[in-house]
């Protein structure tokens, strides 16, 4: 421990993406809808899926493979692992647990799941920057994946539509040049309005007491009522952390949103007064891939040349709980 607050530095991200397209035309034969439904509606068009055995490790995994390239440091050096997923196929070990053992690392380091749904990336910076702030660890590997397709209900036309799978990670680590990436950052919810998105995770109880009434299977999710709560809070939201950072929007290069519907990532674009330019979307072929879509945006975006480095971006999610997080970040030459 120390006395002085140690900066943090970005140091690698990397993405991944299960093979599988599944067109909104695709979706038809599930169920009545269209193309033209769920594209006005929503800006998506397809959506990725894992098929057989695929699950959110394996995609977690590789996205750490790459993000631990990028940034330098060996996988034998990373002191913590965090892994943020509200689709685990199973509830323990934690996801990261099984990514520790996957990338080969038998020294004994903590790893931990946070569930804070589709800001979970937000969430896993927010305490990496803290335990890189205190010097109690060095080197942190954050691994966002998601396997919704294995948990919507794929009956229920309002919800399967939206969501995808896939897998981003971010390796973070002390910054010599005393410069840190995390210029700001916030996490925030409010439980009160947890029923807007809901996924029970029940068993029975005892057979020698009286049986609980379980809950439907599936993600349950109150469209509008998401809808309604997100656009009425975010912007304002992603504009008052820019202002309580000291800048102004102009002075931030992109905004890398939580892509989740493209008419609520554009109320926060006009909010900023963002050109098409600096708004990073890639909803339209990937869906919603909950806590693992911000940092594909950013890896994907950097990786295709759509963003350039040596840049700043303000990065925002919301998702069920109801949690809302933003950072605004430094990304480095080198990242990706
Ligand atoms: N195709 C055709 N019709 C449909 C479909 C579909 N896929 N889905 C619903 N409909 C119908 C409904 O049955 C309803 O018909 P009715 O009027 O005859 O009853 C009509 O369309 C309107 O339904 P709504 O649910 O009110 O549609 P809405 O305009 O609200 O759009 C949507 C639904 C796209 C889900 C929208 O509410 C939305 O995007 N909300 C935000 C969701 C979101 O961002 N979730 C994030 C989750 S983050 C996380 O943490 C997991």
Redesign the pocket.
Known sequence: MTDKLIPLKIAGVGYSLPETVITNDDLTKL????DE??YT??GIKERRVVSGEENAIDLGFDAAKKAIEKSGIAADEIDLILAAS?APPDLYPAIACHIQARLGISKAIPAFDITA??SGLIYGLSIAKAYIASGMYKNILIVATDN?SRLVDWTD???S???GDGAGAVVVTQAEDGIDDIIAIDIKADGNYGHL?ELAFDGKNCPLVEQYQEKPKG?R?N??G??TF?AKILPHYVEELITNAGMKAEDIDYLIPHQ??I??IQAVQERLGYPDEKVVTNIKYYG?T?AASIPIALAESVEKGKIKLGTTAVLCG???GMTWGGAIVRLREGIC
């Open positions: 169920y009545d809808t269209s439904w769920i509606r929503t509200s749904a589709c919704n036309r309002g919800t539509i939206l969501f998105i993600i999710m469209g509008r998401v809808y997100v989740a519907n008419r609520i919603n909950s919301f998702g069920a």
